[in-house]
């Protein structure tokens, strides 16, 4: 079993995915200007709703789902490409992160035990930890598993590609035209409200990998071992 390594492949890959120039992206008409309305009067002295100590940043407007006007650092940009490019990008990496923290765990609690039943070599570290850069253990993966995450990366950007086209000024962030259970609301209202969950969930857990990461660098033993109660409440 590798569903360890599947967990840290998709995130090697997520910054080339999230901020590869892509020039259908930048240039489709899903991000012409009348998708976001030049602010005016007083909602160009508007707080941020994340920072109200500080004016919220012009195009963070509340048109995006998830949005509260947090931008400390101009991540968004001051046009509409750039931000729509970002917002997708962000998205991009919620949906790897939200795999990742699941996968991860999952690996460190079940990947020796498969193992060892289909008599095959655990990918995990000799610690039991899920293999990564700071970890180690990522020789122990084929190139074969490599090069299969990596095609299908490629095909799920061209699936991507082609809703961009298809869909044109009406395209949202993210959409990749996967929706196998038809979860997707119809209404536009509610549409946002699904779009917010998923973000917020996507941000909690990228700060949530980010946390197995650096507990396991520090600490040098697996997550699932240094807070066994989050991981293993009924074994």
């Not at 991540?75 to 997708?88: K, Q, S």
Request: glycine share 8%; aromatic share 8%.
């Amino acid at each position: 079993m590798k569903l360890s390594a599947a967990t840290f492949s998709l995130l090697f890959l997520s910054p080339v995915l999230g901020f590869a120039p892509n020039k259908v992206s930048r240039t489709s008409t899903a991000l012409k200007n009348d998708l976001f309305k030049e602010p005016s009067g007083d909602k160009k002295n508007e707080m941020s709703k994340a920072l109200p100590f500080v004016k919220r940043p012009k195009l963070l407007d509340g048109t995006l789902a998830g949005d509260v006007g947090f931008d400390p650092f101009g991540f968004a940009g001051n046009d509409i490409p750039t931000l729509v490019y970002m917002r997708e990008a962000e998205i991009k990496h919620c949906r790897l992160a939200m795999l990742a923290v699941v996968g991860w765990p999952i690996a460190e609690l079940f990947d020796k035990p498969i193992a060892e039943t289909l008599g095959l070599p655990t990918a995990l570290t000799k610690s039991g930890a899920s293999p990564s850069v700071l970890n180690g253990g990522l020789d122990r993966i084929d190139i074969a598993y490599w090069v299969a995450v990596a095609a299908l990366a490629g095909i799920v950007e061209l699936e991507n590609a082609k809703v961009k086209e298809a869909k044109g000024k009406k395209y949202t962030p993210g959409d990749c035209g996967f929706d196998p259970l038809n979860l997707y609301p119809k209404s536009d209202a509610d549409k946002k409200v699904m779009q917010t969950k998923e973000i917020k969930h996507g941000r909690v857990a990228m700060m949530a990998i980010l946390g197995f990461v650096a507990q396991e660098a520090l600490y040098r033993i697996p997550v699932v071992q240094e807070t066994p109660m989050f991981f293993k409440p009924i074994f």
